[in-house]
């Protein structure tokens, strides 16, 4: 008997995981993407990482003005410089 109501479990389980997977494709299908939404905008984004790598303002300063963390901060910046590397790298 508890072999029966372990199948039907594991095979209620399945079910579960194939629609929301379903679910997740119709949503994407559609435009949709998960996950929060990002605080900063992408005008914001580039003025910290600018204001930073100027030597301007400091990543604490740039983080209590915009009332994100440091390690936010830090991981602008990164990502700033890695689009600047990667746009030098393909002008001649």
Known sequence: MMQMVGSFAEFERTMIRERTAAGLAKARAEGRIGGRRRKLDPKKRREIAESILSGRKS???????????????????????QNLETTHAGQP
Request: proline share 4%; charged share 30%; hydrophobic share 40%.
């Open 59 to 81: 990543g604490a300063e740039m983080a209590r003005l915009y009332d994100v963390s440091e390690p936010t901060v830090s991981r602008i910046v990164a990502e700033h410089r």
